[in-house]
């Protein structure tokens, strides 16, 4: 083997892809792989692809294309595909691209190491062959601990054999055996794996095909992670899967959640616990409870509405309606009247109405919420609604789509509008010559819900929790001003 080996991760898709990528790195660190920023700088550029829509795949293509591009001129070697795309296309995307070197599934992670040498030495190894994993996986506790089966970002839970000598990164100074986790980035935010796949069987969602069936992580482990990751330096923590409100249902306890969350605050160097994925018809008194009134648990509400027309919901093989959703919501602000709320929706399901579309406007001009995705809805394969009938035509589905968007935009900086001259809890994030100080607010999740921008930086480091006024509203941005520099001012 060669003294150097250089491999880089390049991480496609949502939250819960990043972690997957930090176990394939913790891996391959722990079997002496150097691990590269740059693709240019490594033997193996490895892609960690999402599956999920058209254009996320279309953006997976592109890198893998991009990274392959790197062999002419550069360091690169080889290029391989993981991830969700990997997972559920195998060797037909293999036979699409043979620009990818190596397409390897979710169970070859465990012997990623050996993949990622055979093919660097000149090997080949055979494209991942896809299957439902909805159906490999049991969901008794005690037969899950034997089942045969890798599940991305649950490698720790495996009670695998760590080598004592850890490179730096890897190992915590003190306390429980480190996970099969290696962070890629400085930042203070890290995710953490609550569970993985979704027993849900919305109509438009292939993602159970290829995730599998919803399946909890243990407490402990969750909890390891976590001090290991405050060890590492992490503030906030954002817990991850398909439907966090399912957790813990397939270890016997539905409410499992509510008790592990202040376990997880009190963790010493964390100073933020942050839960996204939330289904509306799951959410119950006591999760509100606990997300709206425990120390260091953000009052935050990543839920899932989709659409709140109940003809339109009922195709999707969801549930609720308008009025049910904004009672939620009062609930919510009830309790905790400056918690963050945002949700996704989808636009041009079959069979969605003029009615219905103008339900949906209904609800989001009433809803109040921080922060919207809207999508418009296309056909994907393997899913039941690709089957119904009563199709909208493409230029009905974009013109809705624009429409929507625009009203998206509009209310969301009206909601961030009305958090002009409140107190906020401030994450600082970022320090930089031009762009200044930046962070986030309780009420954003990272990447997706907005930023904060303070009008005096001087003494702010990344990682420091800041109480601010905010004073301006940029779209869903907010500007702000540190109380300790207002107090300053006022003496």
Avoid at 82 to 93: D, F, P, Q
Avoid at 210 to 218: A, H, K, L, N, P
Avoid at 276 to 288: D, F, T, V
Wanted: charged residues 30%; glycine residues 8%.
């Amino acid at each position: 083997m060669p003294e150097r080996r250089t491999v880089a991760l390049v991480t496609l898709g949502c939250a819960r892809n990043e972690v997957d990528s930090e176990e394939l790195a913790g891996r391959l660190a722990a079997d002496g792989w150097e691990l590269v920023e740059d693709a240019s700088d490594a033997d193996v550029a490895v892609v960690n692809t999402c599956g999920f829509v058209e254009a996320a795949k279309k953006d997976s293509v592109d890198a893998l294309l991009e990274a392959n591009d790197l062999k002419d001129h550069g360091r690169t070697q080889a290029v391989v595909a993981v991830g969700c795309m990997a997972e559920r296309y195998g060797k037909e995307l293999a036979d699409a691209l043979p620009e990818a070197d190596g397409v390897l599934g979710f169970d070859d992670y465990a012997d990623i190491s050996n993949r990622l040498q055979t093919i660097l030495s000149g090997g080949s190894v055979e494209a991942h062959t896809p299957r439902d994993r909805r159906k490999l996986l049991p969901l008794s506790p005690v037969e899950r601990q034997s089942a045969d089966v890798a599940l991305p970002g649950h490698a720790q839970d495996a009670q695998e054999s760590a080598p004592e000598d850890l490179p730096d990164g890897l190992a915590p100074a003190s306390g429980p055996r480190a996970p099969l986790r290696r962070r890629l980035d400085t930042s203070p935010v890290a995710s953490v794996k609550l569970a993985s796949g979704c027993d849900r069987r919305c109509t438009f969602c292939a993602i159970p095909s290829f995730r599998g069936s919803f399946i909890s992580r243990r407490p402990s482990d969750v909890l390891g992670e976590t001090r290991w990751l405050a060890e590492q330096g992490v503030k906030e923590v954002m817990l991850v899967s398909e439907n966090n409100t399912s957790y813990g249902k397939d270890l016997g306890d539905i409410r499992l959640l509510e008790t592990l969350l202040p376990e997880l605050a009190a963790v010493e160097g964390i100073e933020r616990v942050r839960v996204s994925y939330l289904q509306p018809a799951e959410m119950r008194p006591g999760l509100i409870d606990v997300l709206t009134s425990t120390d260091k648990v953000v009052p935050y509400f990543d839920l899932s509405f989709q659409h709140s027309a109940p003809g339109v919901l009922r195709a999707m093989r969801r549930f609720g309606d308008t009025e049910r959703f904004l009672e939620l919501l009062e609930t919510i602000r009830a309790k905790a009247p400056q918690a963050g709320v945002r949700s996704n929706f989808i636009v041009g399901f079959p069979g969605e109405t003029e009615d219905d579309f103008k339900e949906l406007e209904r609800f989001l001009s009433s809803a109040r919420l921080d922060a919207i995705g809207v999508f418009g809805y296309s056909d994907e394969e393997g899913t039941e609604a690709v089957t119904y009938e009563n199709k909208l035509s493409d230029e009905v589905i974009a013109e809705r789509l624009d429409h929507l968007s625009r009203l998206a935009e509009e209310l969301t900086a009206q909601r961030a509008e009305e958090r002009i001259g409140d107190t906020v809890r401030v994450l600082v994030e970022s320090v930089d010559p031009e762009d200044g100080v930046i962070g986030r607010a309780e009420h954003q999740a990272p990447e997706t819900d907005g930023q904060v921008r303070f009008t005096e930086g001087a003494g702010l480091t990344p990682g420091r929790i800041v109480e601010a006024k905010v004073v301006a509203a940029e779209g869903v941005d907010l500007v702000v001003t540190s109380l300790d520099v207002l107090e300053e001012a006022a003496r």
